[in-house]
């Protein structure tokens, strides 16, 4: 017999304590019914009784199905046959390691005899330096998996040939509304406006460097400031920062950063993200290889080292604003046979101290030229408040304080540099650019490049951010 899932445990609880709860409700209108004194002026009418039980079924029946489309759903991402072991992080969540050839993008490039690519060994790129800005212990050290204990007294590392997974469970996909608004999470993105491209949909506002090449882009890198922005819990809203490498007009893209997303996590935490989509977000595109639906996930395929970071994980300590500023850099790369290196679509993240590889997007699922080199990568952030489209009113970008605030202020991208077809790396500095810049200030977010205190050396660089309210106004230094 096959052992249940934490899930399923969890469903199982779930659904016998609804259904508990509701022939308690029943009895206690029955029994209030009955001990009531015959109304000798009125005749008395029995249907309630059985209206209530007929009520009853047919809750419990669609608390039923509800629970076995959340279960088909959580066993098509894998079952505890598939774990082979389990720990649990300081921020509290469970993470289950898993067989590797049970990933699904590795069960997918089985099945159609494609081969895997092994991490490049040693990276061939310089790591990007973090000694500007930040001096003393590396804050997030801790969200590295190092072998340490945790409440339990089991060491936080998977071991190798498994990969580390956020458990998702049931309570969480409930929490945000259910399996339909999780798997509505799981797609809600957007590419920011380009010059060949229509505004974004209605309901994402982006603020955004651009470096562009066509079809000679191989990636880029950057180190971000990690906030923990306000957003309103209960909607669809969504903040963030990340990188978007991208194609053929921003219709295809590989992209990783940092959000904040209560339909995706069920909390108001910084996590960890990548997504990615080759068909203008429409079909394809999903957070974190959770599909949305059958094929909507293009083909990823995580590091299975010992130590590998989880998608989706918490991000924690943030930055302060007035005080310490926490930072990370992502990095987006494409070796494309460069010393017999395949081309796909590489992602890492670094910290201060720390270094990861996490993982590939499979380049044969994406069109023409973006097989082997991108078009375009951009560095900023993305606001998101879909349900009101134009209100973004709360929804904070970075920090929440608009661009002209600085240092210790704003949140900040800086020494973002790209790769060529040749593997050099380039330090040109694009002006960033706002999606309703058209409209005139004041912005509901902004971006600025006021100089950073006492630190000439951040390269390519430039603060960002807001509330959602109209009321950022400065770009360009003195204006």
């Not at 590396?138 to 997974?165: K, S």
């Not at 002209?404 to 002006?431: H, K």
Request: charged share 15%.
């Amino acid at each position: 017999m096959r052992q249940k899932t934490h899930s399923e445990r969890s469903l199982a609880a779930i659904g016998k304590s609804t259904v508990s709860g509701l022939a308690g409700i029943v009895f206690a209108i029955s029994a209030t019914a009955c001990s009531s004194a015959p109304d000798p002026d009125h005749v008395a009418i029995p249907a309630p009784a059985d209206s209530l039980t007929v009520a009853a079924a047919s809750t419990t029946g669609t608390l039923a199905v509800a629970t076995a489309r959340i279960q088909s759903y959580l066993d098509s991402l894998y079952t505890s046959k598939d774990v082979r072991y389990s720990f649990v992080t300081k921020f509290g969540e469970d993470i289950d390691c898993v067989d590797f050839v049970s990933e699904p993008g590795v069960r997918r490039l089985a099945s159609q005899a494609r081969a895997l690519s092994a991490p490049p060994k040693p990276l061939q790129v310089a790591p990007a330096s973090h000694t500007a800005a930040m001096t003393g212990p590396d804050p997030l050290a801790d969200i590295f998996f190092n072998g340490q204990p945790d409440v339990h007294g089991n060491p936080r590392r998977c071991p190798n040939g498994t990969v580390p997974h956020v458990r998702l469970t049931a309570d969480r996909i409930q929490r945000v509304g259910g399996l339909d608004a999780f798997l509505t999470a799981v797609h809600n993105k957007s590419a920011p406006k380009g010059q060949t491209q229509s505004p974004s949909p209605s309901g994402f506002l982006h603020v955004t460097g651009t470096f562009a090449d066509f079809g000679n882009t191989q990636g880029g890198q950057t180190i971000m400031s990690v906030f923990n922005p306000n957003i309103p819990v209960f909607t669809d809203a969504h903040s963030l920062m990340q990188t978007w490498t991208e194609g053929t007009n921003r219709t295809q893209s590989v992209e990783v950063g940092w959000n904040v997303d209560f339909g995706l996590y069920g909390d108001n935490n910084t996590h960890l993200f990548i997504f990615a989509t080759n068909d203008n977000y429409q079909t394809t595109g999903c957070y974190n290889d959770l599909a949305a639906r059958p094929g909507t996930c293009l083909t990823w395929v995580p590091n299975s080292a010992a130590g590998s970071l989880a998608l989706g994980m918490t991000i924690s300590p943030t930055s302060v604003v007035g005080g310490s500023q926490v930072e990370m850099t992502v990095r987006t790369l494409n070796f494309n046979n460069f010393d017999g290196i395949p081309p796909n679509w590489w992602i890492y993240e670094e910290t201060p101290s720390q270094y990861q590889t996490i993982g590939y997007y499979d380049s044969n699922d994406y069109l023409g030229t973006m097989q082997n080199a991108a078009d375009e990568f951009l560095i900023g952030g993305e606001a998101a408040a879909p349900s009101t489209t134009t209100d973004f009113t709360g929804v904070d970008m970075g920090s929440g304080l608009c661009a002209e605030q600085g240092f210790g202020g704003a949140s900040y991208v800086r020494n973002y540099q790209f790769w060529d077809n040749n593997l050099n790396l380039s330090n040109y500095c694009p002006f960033p650019s706002i999606d309703n810049d058209e409209s005139g200030p004041p912005f509901p977010y902004d971006w600025s490049v006021v100089r950073p205190a006492g630190d000439p050396s951040w390269g390519c660089y430039f603060y960002l951010g807001g509330s959602g309210l109209d009321q950022c106004t400065l770009q360009f230094p003195g204006q």
